[in-house]
């Protein structure tokens, strides 16, 4: 737990808040208002070298360990959840990068990602959501290279991004042992994008179907060996839903703190409502609610930094837990708000429409329970 309260992650957390005061949540409104690209936001953390804090230092990155990218996300979610999915969907995208890459590809890839290129991660597909391993996605063997077509659905952040990871079947027969990883980049001939999809929540960041006709790409874009592909996948997700957990665990955050603060400024009856023991009791509960979250959030990123072989376990319960402890408190605060917390004039109703989002993807919380279940033994 000493890693926890070290001193330089408070420091970074007060950073970031400040650079979030001023940069993203001024905009949040209007990013949700309008559905658009949080552009602010990007700019300001691209500056501050936040947008892929993750990418280790000798590919021009920040060297951010698991903890510290988690408190970078969770203070953006708390200003602005679509904001916070800039530096969340690069370390998706490019995770399988770092886990089966090549020297080489680290170095072309990840150092591009630090100049503001962003890295988007193509698994889903209609459907294949929570059953991945029956995508339908092809690549065929095409000389001394690879020709992939299909589609992918639902993915963050397409359009924008200048990479994609993309999984697709080589070897259909073998189900999720014929599955292999690829970078894609935007500019190959064949790859196109569908209509941004009309999102209840997280509406500022660019949801789309990337559509991947005949895209030729050599074999030097592959990642790792043919058929490891699922197994990447697996593998990204297990760090990678610790950063959907800090998402949730910031949007909690933020609902609560907007909940408190009117709780303090509303006059009911002559008094604070605040005053009132059941404001009190509800308030206390969300409070205590996401101390527990972030608990096992933070524990689960120590893990993932660590390797350790409760990982998969441990990265599934914080992801399940925080994004019902947001959704929870989320939708409480808006009952505290009232009427007000009803209507846009407060941010509370945008964070609940966030807050649902974080219960479904990168595998639903019904998905995390199975995973949990399975790996009750390596406890």
Known sequence: MDALIAPEYEELRESV????????????HDVDEAA????????????????????PSEYGGQGADALATVIIIEEVARGCGSSSLIPAVNKLGSVPLLLAGSASQKQKY????????GFSYCLSESEAGSDAAAMKTKAVRDGDGWIISGSKKWISNAGFSEFYTVLASTNPELGAKGITAFI???SDAGVSFGA?????GFRGSPTREVYLDNVRVSDDRRLGEIGDGFGIAMKTLDHTRITIAAQALGIAQGAFDAALKYSHERIQFGKPIFDFQGIQFMLADMAMQIAAARTLVYTAAVKSERGDSDLT???????????DVAMKVTTDAVQILGGYGYVSDYPVERMMRDA???QIYEGTNQIQRVVMARHLNEL
């Open 17 to 28: 808040k400040a650079l979030v005061s001023k940069k993203v949540t001024p905009f949040a």
């Open 36 to 55: 658009r690209f949080p552009q602010e936001a990007y700019e300001a953390l691209h500056a501050a070298d936040l947008a892929a804090a993750h990418v």
């Open 110 to 117: 990840l150092s591009q990602l630090v100049a503001g290129k």
């Open 184 to 186: 894609v980049e935007k």
């Open 196 to 200: 941004h999809e009309k999102k209840m």
């Open 313 to 323: 376990f441990y990265s599934a319960a914080c992801k399940c837990f925080a994004s």
């Open 356 to 358: 649902k989002l974080t």
